[in-house]
């Protein structure tokens, strides 16, 4: 859960104006132009004007403070913000801002400091409750929890039952919490707040009946807050109630008459033109762009983030996530923005910045089905399978899942050869969708890749009977006959029935190949991409031509295939292959070219960081081309390497160019013991025998 802090408010403070005396008529005229400039919008004229005053007044606190805030850079706001505290402006706005601005080594640094400058607050400030609130502030909740406890013990309060529980969850102790929120409210000890918090703990444990309980008790309880409210829309939102959740939402989109706009009304917009654009529905996010009120100080986050709703179709991936960055600078933190954020930098191949703005989500959030397998995909893709099967796993035995969810867990158990839960994702898949081609289609598949092959031909027959009009059946029918070794049927099944020629010829060049047709087979994939070009056909042709050493064709055509693709599509996953094994192709080629073969490979890999392969390919080039420091930075900042016996040899072999003979030594052992326990994802194409070698070589040139 997001931490929030009712600090937040006062780091949000622009201008604290105090009480200061009269000075000479420069600097209170250079402070007062400072103010109005600021009011205009003018904020580099404005901080001349104040630190002009600051010169002329180097004791003013006010003009320090008012410098401060319109600083160009973080020293000079440092500096500002040290001179206002100094002359005497000790309150907990500048206490804070002088935390944020300082530079410290590690917490216990910053939390050294914050003890130092609450010791000089006035008493009247130097609360208990204000020193848990710094610590909360600083992360520290183990001694904000000691703090909030003592007080709770000795006057239990709703709002310290709801900061207890608040640093209970951000401990990481869900259960801790929800037992101590349920507890506090038996005792009649939550507020609207409580509520909020408790209904999250308790979707953190798939308990959606119990959430929907919470709302209705809130409400009855008389505590059904704005808080409250938006909190049930979302719940009623990502539950797939989506009319519910627009009925509460359309009450909040505006303040009442004499009130300016609030950031509820502000949420309430952003939860509804996400809800529109998720059902695609244009029209009602235009008239959103023109219900912000023309005063609302979100009014320009807003309308960028509705655009982006609106264009994302139409955005190139880097500009979006820049546009993206931007929007979450200038609006509160809002748990849809987050999600959308997510969501396209999953899309965008970077699955690990994904996960950990899906971590951040709200448990009403991150715990719906839905989201909680994007969150599992999003893990999965940034290496971290073991924590995606755990996710799965809680949900899976809370009986809440997803067709999605099961296909994840069924894909993931089966890569770490755990076949019995395999298959029985996949029954259940077939039991509750087995009406969906689909999904029979991949039952089909996981007992090809379990190794029953005739089993899965006995499928595949009666299932193409079945989903007349999926050629995916034949296709895969046709494959597993090869993979059978029955050629002479597999190209049988080519020549009839109505396949594509496209899905029809990479199968019928294979065949031929395995039975050492090579000429035959080249001749004919050649001749079908002169006649009608397709993408399918020349990557098919370029992995046909690599498999045959014929890699600087390869590498041509994998350019061509570059060129041809769509810009919308530059930043996806397929390009990133492509870009890769063009890579490759070249790398196999007696005088690559460094420049051509470098790029290919830097994009594939700022497509896809973590892909072992992309990670296996690019320390290939950089060792290639002697750039070994280069490559020794590459993989020690990837958390992918220690698990990939390759890119562990890889290391050793830069760092022995390198002539840091211990260091490859060590390395390579080190890739010997990661044989032995994991064979990981890409082969290493190297034996332990042959790394046990070049280890005795380097130990005997060392001596």
């Known amino acids: 859960m997001t931490r929030h802090l009712s600090l937040t408010a006062l780091l949000a403070a622009f201008f604290f104006i105090t009480g200061c005396g009269l000075f000479a008529g420069d600097s209170s005229e250079a402070y007062q132009k400072g103010l109005k400039l600021a009011k205009e919008g003018k904020t580099q004229k404005a901080y001349k004007h104040f630190l002009a005053a600051t010169k002329k007044a180097p004791d003013s606190a006010s003009y320090h403070w008012a410098a401060a805030q319109l600083a160009q850079n ?18 907990v706005a500048v206490l804070t801002t002088l935390l944020r601005l300082s530079t410290f080594t590690d917490n216990n640094q910053r939390i050294t400091k914050m003890l130092s400058l609450f010791s000089e607050l006035p008493d009247t400030v130097k609360t208990p409750n204000l020193k848990a609130e710094l610590f909360s502030f600083l992360g520290a909740s183990d001694s904000a929890l000691n703090i ?204 690990a910045k994904a996960a950990e703005f899906y971590k951040r989500l709200p448990g009403i959030y991150v715990r719906s089905p ?46 770490k050869n755990l076949v019995q839960k395999s298959e029985h994702a996949q029954q259940l898949l077939e039991k509750l969708y087995g009406n ?49 070794g029955d050629y002479e049927k597999a190209l049988e099944l080519c020549h009839t029935g109505n396949l594509p020629r496209e899905q029809v010829v990479p199968l019928e060049t294979q065949i031929l190949r395995k039975q050492g047709k090579d000429a035959e087979a080249l001749q004919i994939i050649e001749k079908a991409v002169a006649e009608k070009p397709s993408p399918q056909l020349s990557l098919a042709y370029a992995e046909i031509l690599m498999e045959m050493g014929k890699n600087e064709k390869a590498a041509d055509v994998y350019g061509g295939l570059l060129n041809s693709r769509k810009e919308e599509k530059e930043q996806d996953a397929g390009t990133a292959a492509i870009y890769n094994n063009m890579a490759w192709a070249m790398l196999q080629t007696e005088n690559p070219d460094k420049k051509i073969t470098t790029e290919a490979v830097e994009r594939a890999w700022k497509i896809l960081p973590a892909s072992p392969d992309i990670l296996d390919t690019y320390a290939e080039a950089l060792i290639r081309f002697g750039e070994y420091a280069k490559c020794i930075t590459l993989l020690e900042e990837s958390k992918v390497t220690q698990k990939e016996p390759k890119l562990i040899f890889q290391l050793g072999t830069a760092y022995e160019k390198k002539r840091d003979l211990n260091k490859a030594i060590r390395l390579y052992q080190s890739a010997i013991a990661v044989i032995d326990s994991s064979s990981g994802k890409i082969d290493p194409f190297i034996s332990k025998v042959e790394i046990q070698k070049n280890i005795d070589r380097l130990m005997e040139k060392g001596n």
């Open 370 to 415: 839905g989201i909680l397998t994007e969150y599992a995909v999003a893990l999965a893709g940034s290496g971290k399978e073991n924590e995606a099967l755990a996710a799965l796993s809680v949900m899976h035995r809370k009986k809440s899942f997803t067709r999605g969810s099961l296909e994840l867990f069924r894909d993931l158990t089966f890569r």
């Open 148 to 351: 909030y406890n003592g007080l709770y013990s000795a006057k239990p309060t709703p709002t310290l039952a709801s900061k207890i529980g608040h640093e209970l969850n951000v401990k990481g102790d869900i259960p801790g919490a929800l037992r101590f929120l349920e507890k506090a409210r038996k005792e009649n000890l939550l507020d609207g707040s409580g509520y909020v918090l408790l209904a999250s703990m308790r979707a953190y444990e798939y308990d959606y009946k119990g959430v929907e309980e919470i709302f209705k008790e809130a409400r009855s309880r008389g505590l059904y807050t704005n808080e409250v409210a938006l909190e049930e829309a979302a719940f009623l939102f990502v539950s797939n109630k989506q009319d519910a959740s627009e009925k509460i939402l359309q009450g909040y989109i505006n303040a009442n008459p004499d009130q300016p706009d609030q950031i509820i009304n502000h949420r309430a917009r952003v939860s509804l033109s996400f809800m529109y654009a998720a059902r695609k529905e244009r029209d009602k996010i235009k008239k959103m762009i023109s219900a912000i009120p023309k005063e609302s100080p979100f009014k320009a986050g807003e309308e960028r983030f509705y655009k982006v709703l609106l264009d994302t179709q139409d955005m190139e991936t880097t500009p979006l996530l820049q546009e993206l960055d931007s929007i979450r600078i200038l609006l509160p933190q809002n748990p849809n923005i987050q999600l959308y954020s997510a969501r396209v930098l999953l899309k965008a191949g970077q699955p």
């Open 74 to 91: 973080q020293n000079s706001a440092f500096i500002h913000t040290e001179m206002a505290w100094k002359s005497g402006m000790k309150n």
């Open 436 to 484: 969906e081609a689909r999904v029979r289609w991949n039952g089909a598949i996981l007992a090809l890749r379990s190794g029953k092959v005739d089993s899965a031909i006995t499928l595949l027959t009666s299932l193409e009977k079945q989903f007349p009009e999926e050629t995916r059946f034949r296709t895969t029918r046709i494959s597993a006959m090869i993979v059978k």
